[in-house]
């Protein structure tokens, strides 16, 4: 009797194992990647021009280039990397915004979404698309890396962290952010152990190396967000160093990121403080 009840147990285990390694991974691109793909001609937003840079061989990404002064370039440049369900026109509104506050935008598609070729497959795509981004700024703009402001919306956030981390930068702005993938994963499936959660291809590991970032850190979250916990843009901050700023806006829903919501005045302010 308990030579099969410990049999029975071993095969319940090994099954809801083989489910786990393979639904995991599935649940995780389910949860990080959605890419809407261009399927008609668009003409760049007015006041932007259509600009496009290669991030690997043979993977061409697509952005939408802001200028604030078409007679000279703006002190600092805003590259703005977006949430994951949707494109550069989805994301215009708000950065057409930031641009009339005085600042130049890149606003730019990760590979596979838009007009952009290839195919995002985990954070190493992500991040070598957002230095791309950066690579095209400070090579063909001529922008100063330290006068990049990073501003990252929820899936973007972690591209901006990272690319804070990494490079020299005016600030850095995170808007709905994840803490990390398993934060995520736990919010959205808690009965799945934890342990389970290092099967995920990408960490997003925001919280753990925000500490690092090499320019003032500001997160934005909106109390009632139903994505991604607000606790999660907490814990960000928290993990953060001075100088830092938390702007919880209360009702605040996930969709901060794709308008011109009010936290846009106060993420210019903050980028354009004076830094000793």
Same mark, same amino acid.
């Given at each position: 009797?308990?030579?099969?009840?410990?049999?029975?147990?071993?095969?319940?285990?090994?099954?809801?194992?083989g489910i786990a390694f393979v639904g995991v991974p599935a649940l995780e691109r389910h949860i990080t990647f959605r890419p809407r793909v261009a399927t008609y001609t668009w003409t760049a937003p007015s006041g932007a021009e259509d600009?496009?840079?290669?991030?690997?061989?043979?993977?061409?990404?697509?952005?939408?280039?802001?200028?604030?002064?078409?007679?000279?370039?703006?002190?600092?440049?805003?590259?703005?990397?977006?949430?994951?369900?949707?494109?550069?026109?989805?994301?215009?509104?708000?950065?057409?915004?930031?641009? /009339?506050?005085?600042?130049?935008?890149?606003?730019?598609?990760?590979?596979?979404?838009?007009? /952009?070729?290839?195919?995002?497959?985990?954070?190493?795509?992500?991040?070598?698309?957002?230095?791309?981004?950066?690579?095209?700024?400070?090579?063909?703009?001529?922008?100063?890396?330290?006068?990049?402001?990073?501003?990252?919306? /929820?899936?973007?956030?972690?591209?901006?962290?990272?690319?804070?981390?990494?490079?020299?930068?005016?600030?850095?702005?995170?808007?709905?952010?994840?803490?990390?993938? /398993?934060?995520?994963?736990?919010?959205?499936?808690?009965?799945?152990?934890?342990?389970?959660?290092?099967?995920?291809?990408?960490?997003?590991?925001?919280?753990?190396?925000?500490?690092?970032?090499?320019?003032?850190?500001?997160?934005?979250?909106?109390?009632?967000?139903?994505?991604?916990?607000?606790?999660?843009?907490?814990?960000?901050?928290?993990?953060?160093?001075?100088?830092?700023?938390?702007?919880?806006?209360?009702?605040?829903?996930?969709?901060?990121?794709?308008?011109?919501?009010?936290?846009?005045?106060?993420?210019?302010?903050?980028?354009?403080?004076?830094?000793?």
């Amino acid at each position: 009797m308990i030579g099969h009840t410990f049999r029975l147990l071993t095969f319940v285990a090994l099954l809801f194992g083989g489910i786990a390694f393979v639904g995991v991974p599935a649940l995780e691109r389910h949860i990080t990647f959605r890419p809407r793909v261009a399927t008609y001609t668009w003409t760049a937003p007015s006041g932007a021009e259509d600009v496009f840079f290669e991030s690997a061989p043979g993977v061409t990404l697509h952005a939408w280039y802001w200028r604030a002064n078409k007679d000279r370039p703006a002190p600092i440049t805003v590259l703005y990397a977006h949430g994951n369900a949707g494109h550069v026109q989805r994301f215009s509104p708000a950065a057409a915004h930031i641009a /009339s506050l005085g600042f130049d935008v890149l606003l730019y598609d990760y590979r596979g979404y838009g007009r /952009s070729g290839g195919e995002s497959e985990d954070e190493k795509t992500l991040f070598a698309d957002g230095r791309a981004a950066l690579d095209y700024l400070v090579r063909v703009r001529g922008v100063p890396a330290g006068s990049v402001a990073h501003y990252g919306y /929820s899936l973007g956030s972690a591209v901006a962290a990272e690319l804070s981390v990494n490079h020299p930068c005016r600030a850095v702005v995170l808007v709905a952010p994840l803490a990390s993938i /398993s934060a995520q994963v736990a919010a959205m499936y808690p009965w799945l152990p934890e342990p389970f959660h290092a099967l995920t291809r990408s960490r997003f590991d925001t919280v753990g190396k925000i500490g690092r970032a090499r320019c003032p850190v500001m997160v934005v979250h909106g109390d009632r967000d139903e994505i991604i916990g607000v606790e999660q843009g907490r814990a960000v901050h928290a993990a953060a160093r001075e100088p830092k700023r938390l702007m919880i806006i209360p009702g605040g829903t996930h969709w901060l990121g794709r308008s011109d919501s009010d936290h846009l005045g106060a993420a210019a302010a903050f980028i354009r403080e004076p830094r000793s």
